[in-house]
């Protein structure tokens, strides 16, 4: 694997000053909804789809009022999010040949990396604060990990060689409270145990959300507080209310607070009143923390990537800069190779798409509608960023692990290919012999059952196969890659790479080359 190099950091102490001195620009921002169309959330938690529900049946669509389709009965897969790094690094090899690299590297799920699994997280996890969610300022897992000394000893299934002591945190890198919204009342009222207010910019307050009024003078007299909003964009009665006016603003201008007592004076057109939220987490990320723990962290591979059938991945690639090579202005992508996106602006390939620019941040949305292996790379001048290092692999596991134990697996596929009104549409193989889909029916019922692997948890396989032909127990992501180290060298010293003349020297399993594949 890829490591900071030290001696490379001291010797550049100025271009990280220049560096540091432009964090305050960036726009750094990551996705990770709680709740979308197809994984609704009736309770505005985070807990809520955080788990990976079994698969019984097809998830069943109806179209809502604006014609969108959605889950009617049954949800199948869930929402899960990772955030990724764009910038440099450097690799040692097992020679002493030290590379620079143009790498992605982890920026959320650093203890599930650290030991080897993908970084890959529920919303509940990866909404989460350093060091905990209760935690209003954000530490830093650069300077505050936890991490002990690596500990060797023989190999187990469940016991790594390297140990990373009390370092648990899987959250987003950066994450940070965020002040939603402050805005002034137009007019606030009070009528029997209920306070109407009404304000001209959106808050984006919900049922349950809390807010706080604050004012100066006797404007607000008897109002200052926090309260809880029992209903958002209200309805004034018919008979009107005294002493406020129906403005008639839409929402989420308007709401109700429930009152501790009655007898408050109303105000009319309080201008010197405002109403906020408290801080919520809604993407806002501190790029000190970005900037701390991003710098020269590109790994080969880059992060794991791992999401099951039906889910919904908000993967958030962040350029963060080169600080080897301040003069270039390299942008950066995720392009996921051989995979159906939900968007060609998800693609990755800057003609249909974006690319970002040092500084920022970029959400890329998928589907995930059909297992199998994959791997995602940069798609900016592939040749050379691929080359340097900018590549990793995706897994989308099948809904077969999801059925569950002593379930007949050709029954099950059944279901899933069923030819009635109730299928899974984006994966289903009708006909049957379609030799092109990952699910064709077997062609016979073999009675094989969903079971437990030899380690005891449910049984994992490649495909939808109905009959267990393709059932694994242990899984290491395996990754040949190849660079040529003249080639590295003359993109960290401010020449134009030959590619004419690139030939790999090295060939890497895993990010490591010989002595160190071998035990």
Request: glycine share 10%.
């Amino acid at each position: 694997m890829s490591r900071r190099f030290a001696g490379a950091v001291l010797s550049l102490a100025v271009l990280i000053v220049i560096s540091a001195s432009s964090a305050t620009a960036q726009s750094f921002r990551v996705q990770c909804p709680t709740s979308t169309i197809t994984h609704p959330d009736t309770t505005k938690t985070q807990l809520v789809n955080s788990t990976e529900p079994a698969y019984t049946v097809p998830t069943t669509l109806t179209a809502n009022a604006s014609g969108y389709l959605v889950p009617s009965a049954n949800v199948n897969g869930a929402i899960k999010c990772q955030q990724v790094s764009g910038g440099d690094g450097y690799s040692t090899m097992a020679d002493g040949t030290q590379t620079f690299m143009f790498a992605f590297g982890p920026l959320s799920g650093l203890s599930d990396i650290a030991k080897g699994q993908p970084g890959t997280e529920f919303p509940s996890t990866f909404n989460t604060l350093y060091p905990s969610a209760s935690n209003l300022l954000p530490g830093d897992p650069a300077t505050t990990d936890g991490i002990v000394a690596n500990t060797w000893g023989p190999w187990s299934p469940t016991t790594p060689l390297n140990s990373t002591g009390g370092f648990t945190f899987n959250g987003a890198v950066g994450l940070a409270p965020d002040i939603a919204n402050l805005v002034s009342i137009y007019d606030i009222a009070e009528s029997g145990t209920t306070i109407y207010v009404q304000t001209n910019t959106p808050l984006g307050v919900t049922n349950g959300s809390t807010v706080k009024i604050a004012g100066t003078g006797l404007a607000p007299a008897g109002y200052d507080g926090t309260y809880t909003v029992s209903a958002a964009s209200f309805v004034f009665p018919a008979a009107g209310v005294a002493g406020v006016t129906n403005y008639r603003f839409p929402a989420p201008d308007n709401f109700t607070l429930v009152a501790t007592s009655t007898g408050l004076p109303d105000v009319n057109e309080s201008q010197t009143a405002t109403v906020s939220t408290p801080p919520v987490i809604d993407g806002h990320v501190d790029p000190r923390q970005i900037m701390d723990v991003g710098v020269m962290n590109g790994n080969i591979p880059a992060p794991l990537v791992a999401i099951d059938e039906d889910d919904e991945l908000f993967l958030t690639l962040t350029n963060v800069g080169m600080i080897m090579r301040p003069d270039l202005f390299e942008q950066h992508t995720i392009h996921f190779h051989g995979y159906p996106n939900a968007s060609a602006v998800y693609d990755g390939v800057p003609d249909a798409s974006v690319a970002i620019n040092i500084g920022g941040s970029f959400t890329y949305y998928y589907l995930a509608p059909d297992a199998g292996t994959y791997f995602w790379h940069c798609h900016i001048t592939p040749p050379e960023h691929l080359q340097m290092g900018m590549v990793g692999q995706l897994y989308v596991r099948p809904r077969q692990n999801r059925v569950a134990s002593g379930t007949n697996l050709f029954s099950a596929l059944q279901q899933q290919n069923a030819l009635g009104t109730v299928r899974d549409l984006r994966t289903a193989c009708i006909p049957a012999a379609d030799i092109l889909c990952s699910a064709t029916m077997p062609p016979i019922d073999t009675g094989a059952v969903q079971g437990n692997d030899k380690l005891g948890a449910s049984q994992k396989y490649t495909y939808n196969d109905g009959d267990g032909s393709t059932a694994y127990d242990v899984e290491y992501p395996l990754q040949i890659h190849g660079f040529d180290p003249n080639f590295h060298f003359v993109g960290m010293t401010f020449n134009p790479e030959a590619f004419a003349d690139m030939k790999d020297k090295y060939f890497l399993l895993n990010g490591r080359s010989y002595p160190d594949t071998v035990t």
